[in-house]
């Protein structure tokens, strides 16, 4: 009688990696060996790069603007070429790296089963719904929201999504916009099933990701005696807003498959 099989979940899509985290990551846990580990890295793209590269010019030699696999290397076009797969080579074995790395290391949580959304009037809100905003806009509207989108662009480096359990349990999630991949975005993690790798970085609550809540923490002055005794005053003590939840910086987000074994 054949054994019976087992089944795994492993990675099939990476929607979003955050590459400088994952490699500040492995720094830190190389410890005294950091340099080794870089340098290893280093190497490793590089021949990896060389046998793509040697892949293209076959390839990519019968185009006549190229002149040729011999003078592939010295075009522009290939130069572009060439620093594109160079990049996304260096970010692979990164990938790599780190998934041998976080996949036994409790720092790094793992969330299954999130569904992540963005908070009425937040950043994150704004930012994942003025592009639609600009691809409807009309002649008549009152304000540039191309030039919105851009600020927002430039107000945060990283935006926050809740993400609520299948049993209700909810947390922060930080994303780097510049981080994803694949030309997904912010608003296509609210409708993939997805598995997150974060590292717990504090606590908020949901009120605090209010844009008049994040543009009240930047402004200078402390707040008035009198604006704290009528926030208290009309407060909901019971209100999930003020609950704190932990907050996650996101390392990685990316669908799993099943893989019988």
């Known amino acids: ?17 955050d590459q400088e985290t994952a490699s500040d990551y492995l720094d830190i846990i190389a410890g005294g060996t950091l340099s080794t580990t870089k340098e290893d890295i280093r190497d490793r793209t590089t021949e990896a790069h060389a046998a793509v590269d040697a892949k293209l010019s076959a390839k990519l030699s019968w185009l006549p603007f190229l002149r040729g696999s011999a003078d592939l290397g010295a075009g522009a076009e290939a130069s572009i070429a060439g620093e594109s797969i160079l990049s996304k080579t260096l970010a692979n074995t990164i990938l790599t790296d780190y998934l041998k790395s976080a996949g036994e290391d409790a720092k790094i949580s793992k969330l299954e089963g ?10 994150a809100f704004m930012k994942i719904y ?5 691809a409807a806009r009309t002649e008549d509207a009152d304000f540039d929201i191309a030039r919105m989108d ?17 049993n209700g349990r909810k947390v922060v999630l930080r994303f780097n916009i510049r981080a994803f991949r694949n030309n997904y975005g912010l608003s296509d993690l609210t409708r993939m099933n997805l598995v997150f790798h974060g590292i717990e970085v504090g606590r908020t609550t949901e009120a605090s990701l209010n844009i008049k809540s994040e ?29 704190n939840l932990p907050v996650f910086d996101v390392v990685l987000a990316a669908v799993e498959g099943k893989v019988t074994e």
Do not use: C, N, R, W
């Open 1 to 17: 009688m054949a054994g019976k099989k087992s089944e795994s979940h492993e990675i099939v899509k990476v929607v979003y990696f």
């Open 215 to 243: 543009m009240a923490q930047g402004a200078t002055g402390a707040p008035k005696l009198e604006d704290l005794i009528q926030d208290s005053v009309h407060a909901d003590p019971g209100s999930k807003e003020d609950v």
């Open 130 to 134: 003025t592009p639609f905003m600009i």
């Open 114 to 123: 999130y569904s992540v959304f963005a908070a009425q009037e937040s950043m």
């Open 150 to 166: 851009e600020a927002l662009e430039k107000a945060k480096g990283y935006y926050e999504l809740l993400g609520e359990s299948v």
